[in-house]
C-alpha cells in the first residue's frame, strides 16, 4: 500500500517537529508540564507517522538502532543515574544529586533528568516497537 | 574475614570456583579436576573433624529475625566427610565409566553443584540456608537423573523425583518457618536451645509434621518411598552418590538434627519409628521383586533409610550411636555395591542379576571388592556392618513401646539384606558363568578405585571401631543427643543373646538366597502389589492434574476474541460491584456542585453514544477517539495539565496505531455482529459504565484526605529542585516505582516483538 502523495512529501515534517516539541517536553518537564513520559510519546507519534508516509525501513534508518535497544538505552540510563546518587553514602539508590555550576546562565545539572531521558528513551523504544510488529510490511 | 568464617566457606567455595572451570574443560579432563577438588575438600574437613564445633555467621536480615551462618559439629563433619569423600571416588569413576561421551563436562559441573549443595544443607548453622541448599540439592538430582534426557522414562523419573521432594520441599519450609517464628530465631543451635518455646508453640504440632513431611520425601519413606527406585534411571554414579550414600539421607540429617528438639515426644517417636519401620518392610518384599541390579539396590537403600528413620524414633539416648554407625556403614557398602554393579554394567553389557553369575574368574578385583562389600552388608565379622547390625539391634530391644515387633522387624530386614547381600555377590561371581553380551573383564584402576577404598575401609574400621567411634561417630551423636554418648563401639560384646539373633540372621538370609529366583518370581507374579502401590496413585494424581488443567485451558482460552474482552470487561465490571454491594460502599457524594466546566462531558457522551451506534468499524475508532479528547479536555479544565497532554497524545497514538491496523485487516466493511451479539456487548458495556459510574461516586463521597498531595506540594522545590509536582514524583520521590514500570514497558515491547516475530518481518536495522 502507497502513502498518498500529500503524505510522503509532508512526512520530514510529520516527523521532525513533533521530535523537536518531544524534546522541550522532556527539557521543560520538571518545572512544566512535560517530562520523558510525554516527550516520548509525543517522539513516538511522529516516528509512527513518518513509518506510514516513507515505509519502516526509513523510520528504521532515521532511529539508527532497532527499537528493542532504544527500550535497553532507555533502561541503563535509568537504573544507571540512580547509582549517582552513591556519591554521597549515606543516600539511597536513586537519591537524585544536583550541582548548581557558577555560570553567568542558570544551568542546573542533575540526574533526574538522565533518569527522565532514560524514560524518554524507552516510551520511544516501547511504542515504535509494537506498532512496527503490528503493522507488519513486506 | 577471621579464620573460621573462612575455613567453612572455602570448601563451598571451592566447588563452585572448580564447576565453573570445569565447564570450560574438555569431557576428558572434567572428571580428574573435579574428583581433585572434592579431594581437597575432603582433606579440608579431615582437619577439622573431631575437633570442637566451629561456627561462623556470614549473612543476616535483621528486618526480617534472619541470622544466617554455618556450623561445622560432629554430626555435620560426618556427613561432609561422606559427601567429598564418597563424591572424589564417584567422580573419578565417572570419567572413567562415561569415558568418550561428550555430556561427561555437564555430568561433573553437576555434580560439583551438587556436592556444594549437599555440604551447605549439612553445614548450615540456620533453617533459611538449609532450605536454600536443600532445594538445590533436588533441583540438581533432577537435571542428573534426566542425564539421558531423550530417554523418556529418565524425564518421567527426574519429574517424579523433582515433584515429590520439591513438594516435601515446600512442606518442609513451612514447617521450618513456623518452627522459626515459634523460637524467634532462624539459627538452628538458637532453636534446640528454645526448645521448650518450640513445643510450648500452638502451631507445634503442625510445624513438626511439616519437618517430618520433608524429611520423609527427601528419604523416600512410605509412601513416597516410590521415587528413588525410578531414579535409577540416572547414570550409575549419580545413583551411587545421590541416590544411596548422600541426598536420601539429607532427610535423616534433618530428623537427626531436630531430634534435640522433637526427640521425646511421643508423636514424633512413634511416627518415626514405625514409618520407618513399614518403609524398611516394604522395600526388603519390592527388591526381591527385582532383577535389576540397580533397583534391588534401590529398594535396599529403602529399607536402610527406613531402618535409620526407626532408630530416630527410638529413644535418643539408645538409638543415636546405633543411627550414625549405621549411616556411615551403610553409606560405604551401598555406595560400594552400587559402583559395582555399574562396573558390572559396564564390562558385561546387562545389569540383570539372573542373567549374571560365575564372573569370580573374569574379573577378581571387582568380585573382591563386591563380596567385602556384601560381608559388610550382611552384617558378618569382622567388618564395620557386623558392628552396625549388633547396635541397631541393641537399640531395638531397649525400645520402650513394642520392642518386641520392633525386633521382629529388625529381624526381618536385617534376613532381606543378608540374602540380598548373597545376591550381589555369591550369585553373581560364584557358580556357573552364562554367557553375557559383552566378555567381561576388570574395569581401569580409575573404577575401582571406589569400590575398593570403600569396602576395604568397611573392613579396617569394623576391625577397629572404637577407633572410628571415639573419632568421628561419638561426636555426630552427641550433636543428636546433646551430650557425649554413653555407650560405645565394639566388634565383640561376648556371648549375648543379640549373637544368637544374628546368627540366626545370617542363616536365615543365606536360605533367602538359595531360593532367590523362586521367591523373586513369585512376587514378580503378584500384580496386586503393582495396581495398589502409592507409584500408582502418583501416576492418577498426575493424570488428574492435566485433565484438569486441560478443562481450565479449554474453558477459559477458546480463542474467541470478543470472548476474551467480555470475560474481562464483565470480571473488571463486577469486582468493583461486588465489592460496594458486599460493604455497603455505594454512596452519593454530600454536596454535589455543578460546575459549567462540566460541559466539557458533553463531548465525552456524545463520542460514546456515537462508538455505540456507528456502523463502520473506522467510524467507531474515530468516535471513540472523540471520547479520549473530552477525557482530555476534563483533565486540562480541572488542572491536570500534565495529565491532559499524555491523554492528549495517547489519544492521537490510539487513533493513528488503530487506523493503521484497521486498514490491513479486512474488517473495515460494516459491523457484522447479528442484533443478538449486539445486545450482548450492550450489556457488557452499561454493566462496565455504570460499575464505573457508582465506583467513582463512593470515590467522590468519601472524605478527602488532602495529606499527600500537600507533602508534595510543600516539598517538591525544596526536595526535588522542580515546579512540575508531578514529573518531580515521578523521576524523583517515586523514581524506583517508575524505573520498574519502564521496565514492564520494555518487557512488553519484548514479549510483543517475540510474539509478532512469526507474523511480522523480523525488526532490524534498515539498511
Given at each position: 500500500m502507497h502513502a498518498s502523495l500529500i503524505l510522503r512529501v509532508s512526512a520530514p515534517l510529520l516527523l521532525w517537529v513533533p521530535l523537536v516539541i518531544s524534546f522541550y517536553l522532556l527539557v521543560r518537564g520538571h518545572n512544566a508540564p512535560g517530562g520523558g513520559f510525554v516527550g516520548g510519546l509525543v517522539a513516538a507519534s511522529g516516528l509512527v507517522f513518518f513509518a506510514m508516509a516513507r515505509g519502516q525501513t526509513a523510520a528504521l534508518a532515521v532511529m539508527r538502532l532497532p527499537p528493542a535497544s532504544w527500550c535497553g538505552v532507555g533502561l541503563l540510563l535509568a537504573a544507571g543515574s540512580g547509582f549517582l546518587a552513591w556519591l554521597d553514602p549515606s543516600a539511597g539508590y536513586l537519591t537524585h544529586r544536583w550541582w548548581f555550576p557558577d555560570l553567568p546562565v542558570k544551568l542546573p545539572l542533575n540526574t533526574a533528568f538522565i533518569f527522565d531521558v532514560g524514560v524518554y528513551l524507552v516510551v520511544i523504544g516501547t511504542i515504535t516497537a509494537m506498532v512496527f510488529a503490528l503493522v507488519a510490511e513486506d | 574475614?577471621?579464620?573460621?568464617?573462612?575455613?567453612?566457606?572455602?570448601?563451598?567455595?571451592?566447588?563452585?570456583?572448580?564447576?565453573?572451570?570445569?565447564?570450560?574443560?574438555?569431557?576428558?579432563?572434567?572428571?580428574?579436576?573435579?574428583?581433585?577438588?572434592?579431594?581437597?575438600?575432603?582433606?579440608?574437613?579431615?582437619?577439622?573433624?573431631?575437633?570442637?564445633?566451629?561456627?561462623?555467621?556470614?549473612?543476616?536480615?535483621?528486618?526480617?529475625?534472619?541470622?544466617?551462618?554455618?556450623?561445622?559439629?560432629?554430626?555435620?563433619?560426618?556427613?561432609?566427610?561422606?559427601?567429598?569423600?564418597?563424591?572424589?571416588?564417584?567422580?573419578?569413576?565417572?570419567?572413567?565409566?562415561?569415558?568418550?561421551?561428550?555430556?561427561?563436562?555437564?555430568?561433573?559441573?553437576?555434580?560439583?553443584?551438587?556436592?556444594?549443595?549437599?555440604?551447605?544443607?549439612?553445614?548450615?548453622?540456620?533453617?533459611?540456608?538449609?532450605?536454600?541448599?536443600?532445594?538445590?540439592t533436588s533441583l540438581t538430582s533432577f537435571f542428573l537423573v534426566a542425564y539421558d534426557h531423550e530417554k523418556l522414562e529418565a524425564r518421567k523419573a527426574?519429574?517424579?523425583?523433582?515433584?515429590?521432594?520439591?513438594?516435601?520441599?515446600?512442606?518442609?519450609?513451612?514447617?521450618?518457618?513456623?518452627?522459626?517464628?515459634?523460637?524467634?530465631?532462624?539459627?538452628?543451635?538458637?532453636?534446640?536451645?528454645?526448645?521448650?518455646?518450640?513445643?510450648?508453640?500452638?502451631?507445634?504440632?503442625?510445624?513438626?509434621?511439616?519437618?517430618?513431611?520433608?524429611?520423609?520425601?527427601?528419604?523416600?519413606?512410605?509412601?513416597?518411598?516410590?521415587?528413588?527406585?525410578?531414579?535409577?534411571?540416572?547414570?550409575?554414579?549419580?545413583?551411587?552418590?545421590?541416590?544411596?550414600?548422600?541426598?536420601?539421607?539429607?532427610?535423616?540429617?534433618?530428623?537427626?538434627?531436630?531430634?534435640?528438639?522433637?526427640?521425646?515426644?511421643?508423636?514424633?517417636?512413634?511416627?518415626?519409628?514405625?514409618?520407618?519401620?513399614?518403609?524398611?518392610?516394604?522395600?526388603?518384599?519390592?527388591?526381591?521383586?527385582?532383577?535389576?541390579?540397580?533397583?534391588?539396590?534401590?529398594?535396599?537403600?529403602?529399607?536402610?533409610?527406613?531402618?535409620?528413620?526407626?532408630?530416630?524414633?527410638?529413644?535418643?539416648?539408645?538409638?543415636?550411636?546405633?543411627?550414625?554407625?549405621?549411616?556411615?556403614?551403610?553409606?560405604?557398602?551401598?555406595?560400594?555395591?552400587?559402583?559395582?554393579?555399574?562396573?558390572?554394567?559396564?564390562?558385561?553389557?546387562?545389569?540383570?542379576?539372573?542373567?549374571?553369575?560365575?564372573?569370580?574368574?573374569?574379573?577378581?578385583?571387582?568380585?573382591?571388592?563386591?563380596?567385602?562389600?556384601?560381608?559388610?552388608?550382611?552384617?558378618?565379622?569382622?567388618?564395620?556392618?557386623?558392628?552396625?547390625?549388633?547396635?541397631?539391634?541393641?537399640?531395638?530391644v531397649a525400645a520402650d513401646g513394642g520392642a518386641g515387633l520392633i525386633v521382629l522387624g529388625a529381624f526381618l530386614v536385617n534376613t532381606a539384606g543378608v540374602a540380598i547381600a548373597g545376591l550381589l555377590s555369591w550369585r553373581i561371581f560364584f557358580g556357573a558363568r552364562p554367557a553375557t553380551p559383552k566378555a567381561p573383564h576388570d574395569p581401569p584402576i580409575a573404577m575401582l578405585a571406589g569400590p575398593v577404598v570403600l569396602a576395604t575401609f568397611g573392613l579396617l574400621a569394623g576391625l577397629a571401631p572404637s577407633l572410628l567411634g571415639g573419632w568421628l561417630l561419638d561426636g555426630a551423636a552427641a550433636s543428636i543427643l546433646g551430650h557425649p554418648p554413653t555407650t560405645y563401639l565394639a566388634l565383640w560384646h561376648g556371648?549375648?543373646?543379640?549373637?544368637?539373633?544374628?546368627?540366626?540372621?545370617?542363616?536365615?538370609?543365606?536360605?533367602?538366597?538359595?531360593?532367590?529366583?523362586?521367591?523373586?518370581?513369585?512376587?514378580?507374579?503378584?500384580?496386586?502389589?503393582?495396581?495398589?502401590?502409592?507409584?500408582?496413585?502418583?501416576?492418577?494424581?498426575?493424570?488428574?492434574?492435566?485433565a484438569c488443567a486441560e478443562a481450565t485451558t479449554a474453558m477459559v482460552q477458546h480463542g474467541s476474541l470478543r470472548g476474551y474482552i467480555r470475560l474481562l470487561l464483565l470480571v473488571a465490571a463486577l469486582g468493583p460491584l461486588v465489592v460496594l454491594i458486599a460493604y455497603d460502599g455505594a454512596a452519593w457524594p454530600a454536596d454535589p456542585v455543578l460546575d459549567p466546566r462540566a460541559l466539557a462531558f458533553g463531548m465525552i457522551a456524545a463520542g460514546a453514544v456515537a462508538t455505540a451506534i456507528a456502523r463502520g468499524t473506522l467510524a467507531a475508532v474515530m468516535a471513540l477517539g472523540l471520547v479520549g479528547f473530552g477525557a482530555a479536555i476534563v483533565f486540562l479544565t480541572f488542572g491536570a495539565p500534565d495529565v491532559a497532554l499524555t491523554q492528549f497524545t495517547v489519544e492521537v497514538l490510539l487513533v493513528v496505531i488503530l487506523a493503521t491496523v484497521l486498514l490491513r485487516l479486512p474488517v473495515h466493511g460494516r459491523d457484522t455482529r447479528t442484533t443478538r451479539q449486539r445486545s450482548g456487548d450492550a450489556v457488557v458495556a452499561v454493566v462496565m459504565g455504570s460499575s464505573v459510574a457508582l465506583l467513582l461516586l463512593a470515590v467522590l463521597a468519601a472524605p478527602f484526605d488532602p495529606r499527600l498531595g500537600d507533602w508534595f506540594g510543600q516539598n517538591s522545590v525544596p526536595g526535588g529542585h522542580g515546579q512540575n509536582v508531578v514529573n518531580v514524583i515521578l523521576v524523583d520521590f517515586r523514581a524506583l516505582d517508575t524505573l520498574g514500570e519502564i521496565a514492564v514497558l520494555a518487557i512488553a515491547a519484548f514479549a510483543v516483538i517475540a510474539l509478532l516475530r512469526g507474523v511480522a518481518r523480523p525488526l532490524r536495522r534498515g539498511n
Open positions: - | 574475614m577471621h579464620a573460621p568464617e573462612l575455613i567453612l566457606l572455602l570448601p563451598l567455595l571451592l566447588g563452585i570456583a572448580a564447576a565453573i572451570v570445569v565447564a570450560c574443560l574438555r569431557p576428558a579432563q572434567a572428571a580428574p579436576v573435579g574428583a581433585a577438588t572434592a579431594a581437597v575438600c575432603f582433606a579440608l574437613y579431615l582437619g577439622l573433624a573431631g575437633g570442637a564445633p566451629v561456627s561462623a555467621a556470614f549473612w543476616a536480615v535483621p528486618s526480617l529475625g534472619v541470622s544466617g551462618g554455618l556450623r561445622l559439629d560432629g554430626l555435620a563433619a560426618l556427613f561432609a566427610l561422606l559427601i567429598t569423600g564418597i563424591g572424589t571416588l564417584v567422580l573419578l569413576y565417572a570419567g572413567s565409566y562415561l569415558k568418550g561421551d561428550p555430556r561427561l563436562t555437564r555430568l561433573v559441573v553437576l555434580l560439583l553443584v551438587f556436592m556444594v549443595a549437599m555440604l551447605g544443607s549439612v553445614t548450615a548453622n540456620d533453617v533459611i540456608t538449609l532450605f536454600i541448599f536443600w532445594e538445590l527426574a519429574l517424579q523425583a523433582l515433584l515429590i521432594t520439591g513438594g516435601g520441599g515446600l512442606a518442609l519450609l513451612a514447617g521450618l518457618i513456623l518452627v522459626a517464628i515459634a523460637a524467634g530465631t532462624t539459627s538452628l543451635t538458637g532453636i534446640i536451645a528454645a526448645r521448650e518455646a518450640v513445643l510450648a508453640h500452638p502451631a507445634a504440632v503442625p510445624a513438626m509434621l511439616l519437618v517430618i513431611l520433608g524429611a520423609f520425601t527427601k528419604s523416600a519413606q512410605f509412601p513416597f518411598h516410590f521415587w528413588l527406585p525410578n531414579a535409577m534411571a540416572a547414570p550409575t554414579p549419580v545413583s551411587a552418590y545421590l541416590h544411596s550414600a548422600t541426598m536420601v539421607k539429607l532427610g535423616i540429617y534433618l530428623l537427626a538434627r531436630f531430634s534435640p528438639v522433637y526427640g521425646d515426644e511421643a508423636l514424633w517417636q512413634g511416627l518415626l519409628t514405625w514409618t520407618g519401620l513399614l518403609t524398611a518392610l516394604v522395600a526388603a518384599v519390592l527388591a526381591f521383586r527385582e532383577t535389576d541390579l540397580k533397583r534391588v539396590l534401590a529398594y535396599t537403600t529403602v529399607t536402610a533409610l527406613g531402618t535409620l528413620t526407626m532408630l530416630l524414633g527410638l529413644a535418643p539416648e539408645l538409638s543415636a550411636m546405633a543411627a550414625v554407625t549405621f549411616l556411615t556403614v551403610h553409606a560405604l557398602y551401598k555406595a560400594a555395591l552400587f559402583l559395582t554393579a555399574g562396573i558390572l554394567d559396564h564390562e558385561t553389557g546387562t545389569r540383570d542379576a539372573s542373567a549374571l553369575g560365575g564372573l569370580r574368574g573374569v574379573m577378581p578385583w571387582t568380585a573382591a571388592a563386591a563380596v567385602l562389600a556384601a560381608l559388610s552388608m550382611a552384617g558378618l565379622p569382622p567388618f564395620l556392618g557386623f558392628v552396625g547390625k549388633e547396635i541397631v539391634y541393641e537399640a531395638a556371648f549375648t543373646p543379640i549373637l544368637a539373633l544374628s546368627v540366626v540372621t545370617v542363616l536365615l538370609g543365606a536360605l533367602l538366597t538359595l531360593f532367590w529366583p523362586r521367591l523373586m518370581r513369585g512376587l514378580q507374579a503378584s500384580r496386586a502389589l503393582d495396581r495398589f502401590g502409592p507409584g500408582h496413585g502418583y501416576d492418577r494424581a498426575l493424570a488428574g492434574i492435566v
